[in-house]
């Protein structure tokens, strides 16, 4: 039991889910690392959505809403710490969700599918291995891909992916929104859209983005999307992070 008023209650509660989570087969060894690299940036960004993140928020809501193909992706990560409000979001936004896992098993492809339903899910893709085609350019395990999600997709939300699969979805015309608290990462250079933020601020924060720009006409949209550039509020981003002296 986490005692609420310690005063790293919040970061200790994620770490606690990522365990569990890696005890019940849901989360690759590697991803408790990468859970940590990121807990580490989250400390140097104060713990809190800065302003870069929330102009690359509500421009993901914006590309979101344009999309005619949405799919939000889902690792052993985002299905541990924000699988409800995956699930949320894509019903806002009427958008697929799809499993794609970097260290790939039929056993662990099961368990996140058992979170995702467990959070509402009535549909996922990715699921049937038989099925998945691969998208040229990948050499990881992550090529693999639904023909009908995030393969036709023109728009995909991946949090916490990794750098090789953004940049080639990237390269295939499609517009890519990560969720990176490493605005220095690979996937972060290289997405369309990259979020600085912890993934459990950050999905619902897209969300009410999404409820207060979805009666907005398409040329308002699309200039939302014209103003940002990814490069620049990666810049802007790296600024919030200071080391203070002890």
């Given at each position: 039991m986490i005692p609420k008023n310690h005063?790293?209650?919040q970061s200790l509660v994620l770490r606690d889910k990522i365990v569990k989570a890696h005890k019940n087969g849901?989360?690759?060894d590697s991803g408790m690392i990468a859970h940590g690299r990121g807990e580490a940036f989250d400390y140097l960004i104060g713990e809190v959505t800065s302003a870069p993140a929330k102009e690359a928020i509500r421009t993901a809501a914006a590309a979101l809403l344009l999309a005619d193909n949405p799919v939000l992706s889902v690792?052993?990560?985002?299905a541990a710490l924000a699988a409800e409000e995956?699930?949320?979001l894509s019903r806002f936004l009427e958008a697929k969700i799809e499993i794609n896992l970097f260290y790939r098993t039929p056993k662990r492809v099961e368990n996140v599918e058992k979170v995702l339903k467990k959070a509402g899910a009535s549909q996922i893709y990715g699921t049937d291995s038989d099925n998945l085609k691969y998208i040229e350019g990948i050499e990881s395990p992550r090529a693999t891909a639904s023909a009908e999600g995030i393969f036709?997709?023109?728009?995909?939300?991946v949090p916490l992916e990794d750098g090789d699969r953004a940049e080639i979805l990237v390269n295939s015309g499609k517009t890519v929104i990560t969720v990176d608290l490493n605005p220095l990462s690979r996937t972060s250079k290289k997405s369309s859209i990259t979020i600085v933020?912890?993934?459990v601020r950050a999905i619902p924060?897209?969300?009410e983005e999404v409820l207060s720009l979805k009666e907005k006409d398409i040329n308002s949209l699309k200039n939302i999307l014209k103003s940002f550039n990814n490069e620049k509020n990666l810049k802007?981003?790296?600024?919030?992070i200071e080391i203070k002296e002890l």
């Open positions: 005063p790293r209650y849901i989360l690759a690792n052993g990560n985002t995956i699930v949320e036709k997709a023109d728009v995909i939300l933020d912890n993934i924060l897209i969300k802007e981003s790296l600024k919030i």
